[in-house]
Antibody
Framework: QVQLQESGPGLVKPSETLSLTCTASGGSISRYYWSWIRQPPGKGLEWIGYIYYSGSTNFNPSLKSRVSISVDTSKNQFSLRLSSVTAADTAVYYC??????????????WGQGTMVTVSS | DIQMTQSPSSLSASVGDRVTITCRASQSISTYLNWYQQKPGKAPKVLIYTASSLQTGVPSRFSGSGSGTDFTLTISSLQAEDFATYYCQQSHNTPWTFGQGTKVEIK
């Protein structure tokens, strides 16, 4: 069973770019789609976007102008970049296996999440 | 975007109670509806997928039903470990969207 682990800075300054990496272990990220989801403190879940192992992407229109997701299959990793961050981007960020192409059609494998705070 | 609306937003219940949470989609999503449980400080965990299929390892006291726009998650006999926040999520169209959550608290 694949396990996911997020990594990256826990503090980002306003107007800068948030960068996170998700490393998969126990299996290959090839053949599946991989998503980023975030959760502001005390609030609900927001899907950010996904990437297929081949590199094709799909983003939430609410964030599309600021988001990019990339994949490195040689390292079994995929990464999130969110530009021009504000305090509203403060959240726990999860990397997750996307529903697309899975038997369940659900987000079935989650990382533990990493808290990112936007503050000067 | 498909809007997902859960009710209630929170509820208080006792161990042994039957608990029902509803989720309504802003348009028909067939049975592309999933339910998740989230405990404080933890990632969500899928309980039910495609409206009524129980994820492997999830206790049978959890069940889901519905199709189209109206869905239900039922816990037949609430256990201590079930106190958590529950989210519905649609996988019909991107952007994938979640309900606002239902917090199940101890009465």
């Amino acid at each position: 069973q694949v396990q996911l682990q997020e990594s990256g800075p826990g503090l980002v300054k306003p107007s800068e770019t948030l960068s996170l990496t998700c490393t998969a272990s126990g299996g290959s990220i090839s053949r599946y789609y991989w998503s980023w989801i975030r959760q502001p403190p005390g609030k609900g879940l927001e899907w950010i976007g996904y990437i297929y192992y081949s590199g094709s992407t799909n983003f939430n229109p609410s964030l599309k102008s600021r988001v990019s997701i990339s994949v490195d299959t040689s390292k079994n990793q995929f990464s999130l970049r969110l530009s021009s961050v504000t305090a509203a981007d403060t959240a726990v960020y999860y990397c997750v296996r996307d529903p697309s192409g899975t038997d369940s059609g659900a987000f079935d494998i989650w990382g533990q999440g990493t808290m990112v705070t936007v503050s000067s | 975007d498909i809007q997902m609306t859960q009710s209630p937003s929170s509820l208080s219940a006792s161990v042994g109670d039957r608990v029902t949470i509803t989720c309504r989609a802003s348009q028909s999503i067939s049975t592309y509806l999933n339910w998740y449980q989230q405990k404080p400080g933890k990632a969500p965990k899928v309980l039910i997928y495609t409206a009524s299929s129980l994820q492997t390892g999830v206790p049978s006291r959890f069940s889901g039903s519905g199709s189209g726009t109206d869905f239900t998650l039922t816990i037949s006999s609430l256990q201590a470990e079930d106190f958590a926040t529950y989210y519905c999520q649609q996988s019909h169209n991107t952007p994938w969207t979640f309900g606002q959550g239902t917090k199940v608290e101890i009465k």
